[in-house]
């Protein structure tokens, strides 16, 4: 295996290191269809990475360099080289811009994530100049977000950018970068409103950078792209990259038709500011990206443009356009499209600098003056699309028919949610369709339940899967059944209180209230733990009753004694037949032992227990022991909360 190993770049000549702020990086080069076709599949427009080197890795401070290891992985890594499709992707969650770029292109790439951990990863290019192009021009866009975790420079996530002339050995410095973050932000950063983790995040706008290859026939260029966490491991740095179709320094959006009363020439997106001239640079006719022209021009007529780089990320550069009469409008509405339940199906193709698109009817649209717009509608609808050059010279229409099949996917309720078992309470599911109809509980299979009632007979979350014989499918919202079942009554073990001492009763924690009966000698009928005070013993019936509606049915004896007790048998017969087979005390008015202990007739501890029902079995270590008298000893708390201590004697009797 191979690894690359990257020190980070120090000498720039386009600003000052100190002052650059890192955040994420988004790169898109121009895509913009040319007779002159750059190599295959540098602009990602096959949907893959098809002739690029894919590379991971992981950065490092070593010294006071940063230094980004990288190997080639043979193809994309999940989450670090990510392939994008226009319409099907959506905004950069921190900075809201398109991951695909603004311009047309069909495909852009995710380099990295936004998870840290320390990793690095890149992709490169390399081709060839045909050994005729003298001319040779490419463009690239970024857009840049990072973390700022505001570590030492050679610690901070970053970005690298380097163009290549491998031939000669040579970096193509005015169009190769090393972004990340030391010091103040760096010209045109915003501060993004979504924070992450402990560190703020940053992030830049689409802009544009051209690499001018003019002279380099024959040579060998190589792209390379980078992208590296920082070197603590906990923040991110990732791209999109997305590179041009064409390889000159003319571009397309110059074609007009004849008769058009206005024509839009629109130079690539993403520079700081434009200059338009005539062919021979005698008159400036604009300073926007679009220039507007009224009335035809002459076929043939060229046009210049001066293109001026966010400050310090790159050079001045100029392109051509030529205007031509051979402009041929197609209205392509796309295939015909099937909507279910007003999912939206996105119509047409891609836009096509220079033309204007209008479809009708508009309903159901997201709108309907682009080229590819969604329609989300109930109704079998058949749309035209209108295209016309932007002077109306030429216009083609061409439609689509988009099937809409709707289910009726509500479900509704009768009954109760939640309900005890015996409550007389009930729970009916329904549904409000006679499609195909299948039944699940917690997303299992119920056999069987196929119709749209379905009455629910034990606990469990709900929902139907519904189809169509048009080939719609959807399930309906999940709706949670609880069904309760009362714990069976139990009698408490008997309570014993001292005279005139009150004593706290406690009521099982299985429901949500409670109720004792009769209240003689209670402070409270509705309390889990009442106190009780009375001059005579009592059975109480209580009545414990769950939010679902469940009742219990549990009871309590309590005894009124005197003083606390104590009592051990004096003798017990360990022989399994289920009479007296354990040697245990029998307290009245304890509410904790504290230990309980038998001992030999040599003072050898043959058995210890510190809980509230020790028992002894005769054994020692699982070994049964011969008769023999033994003492016993015992500690406990009473419900006064006084210590009581006893000890005496037994018989073991075998």
């Known amino acids: 295996m191979q690894v690359y190993r990257i020190p980070h770049i120090i000498h720039l000549p386009f600003y000052n290191l100190k002052k650059f702020f890192w955040a994420t990086c988004l790169i898109c080069i121009a895509s913009f269809q040319s007779s002159s076709q750059c190599p295959p599949n540098l602009d990602f427009e096959t949907g893959t990475f098809n002739g690029w080197t894919c590379f991971v890795g992981n950065v490092e401070a070593i010294g006071q360099k940063n230094v980004i290891s990288l190997y080639p992985t043979g193809g994309p890594v999940d989450e670090q080289h990510t392939m994008n499709t226009n319409g099907l992707t959506g905004l950069d969650p921190y900075g809201f811009f398109p991951v695909n770029c603004p311009n047309g292109s069909g495909h852009s790439i995710r380099l990295g994530n936004n998870t840290g951990g320390g990793l690095a990863e890149g992709i490169s290019y390399e081709f060839t100049i045909p050994a005729d192009r003298h001319v040779y021009n490419l463009i690239y866009h970024y857009a840049v977000v990072f973390q700022d975790p505001n570590h030492q420079e050679n610690e901070q996530p970053r970005m690298e950018i380097e163009i290549r002339n491998v031939t000669d050995n040579l970096t193509i410095d005015c169009s190769s970068f090393t972004f990340r973050h030391y010091g103040s932000p760096l010209p045109g950063f915003q501060l993004s409103g979504v924070s992450e983790g402990d560190a703020p995040v940053w992030f830049k706008d689409w802009s544009a950078v051209s690499i001018n290859l003019n002279d380099n026939a024959g040579k060998r260029i190589r792209l390379t792209f980078k992208t590296a966490d920082c070197t603590f491991r906990r923040h991110f740095g990732y791209a999109y990259i997305d590179v041009n179709t064409e390889c000159s320094d003319e571009f397309v959006g110059a074609s007009f038709c004849p008769g058009d009363t206005l024509l839009k020439v629109t130079a690539p997106f993403g520079y700081q500011q434009y200059k338009w001239f005539d062919n021979n640079f005698s008159q400036v006719l604009g300073s926007n990206q679009t220039l507007n022209l009224d009335g035809t021009p002459n076929n043939g007529t060229r046009l210049a443009v001066e293109l001026v780089p966010y400050d310090g990320y790159g050079c001045k550069d100029t392109l051509y356009a030529v205007l031509l ?70 216009r083609e229409t061409d439609d689509v028919l988009v099937r809409a099949s709707v289910i009726d996917n509500s479900i509704s309720l009768d009954g109760k949610d939640v309900f005890c078992v015996g409550s007389n309470d009930s729970a009916v599911l329904h549904l409000q369709t006679n499609d195909q109809i299948q039944w699940y509980n917690n997303n299992i299979l119920v056999q069987g339940a196929n119709e749209g009632e379905l009455r629910i007979a034990q606990t469990g979350s709900y929902h139907a899967a519904i189809s169509n014989n048009e080939g719609c499918n959807i399930t309906t919202d999940t709706i949670s059944i609880l069904i309760d079942k009362p714990e069976p009554g139990i009698t408490y073990p008997v309570q014993y209180a ?102 030999n007739r040599w003072g050898y501890l043959m058995f210890e227990a510190k809980n509230n029902n020790p028992s002894w079995d005769g054994t020692l270590k699982g070994i049964p022991q011969p008769s023999q008298a033994v003492v016993w000893v015992m500690e406990g708390i009473g419900v006064d909360g006084r210590p009581y201590a006893r000890k005496g004697t037994c018989v073991l009797i075998r």
């Open 325 to 394: 009469d051979t402009m041929n409008v197609i209205a392509n509405a796309g295939p015909d499209r099937f909507s279910c339940n007003q999912d939206p199906v996105q119509l047409g193709v891609n836009a096509r600098p220079g033309w204007v698109y209008k479809w009708s009817p508009s309903t159901g649209l997201s709108n309907s003056n682009i080229a590819n717009p969604f329609a989300a509608l109930n109704t079998t609808t058949n749309y035209t699309l209108t295209t016309s050059s932007i002077g109306g010279g030429c």
């Open 498 to 599: 001292l005279t005139d001492l009150p004593l706290e009763l406690k009521a099982r924690s299985i429901g949500d209230s409670v109720f004792w009966s009769p209240g003689n000698g209670l402070n409270s009928q509705t309390s889990f733990t009442p106190l009780f005070n009375a001059e005579a013993d009592e059975i109480y019936i209580i009545k414990i009753t769950t939010q679902t509606g469940c009742v219990t049915i549990d009871t309590q004896l309590v005894k009124i004694i005197p003083a606390v007790e104590i009592l051990v048998p004096t003798a017990f017969t360990p022989n399994g037949d289920g009479l007296n087979d354990y040697l245990r005390p029998i307290t009245k008015g304890v509410k904790e032992v504290k230990y309980f202990r038998v001992y």
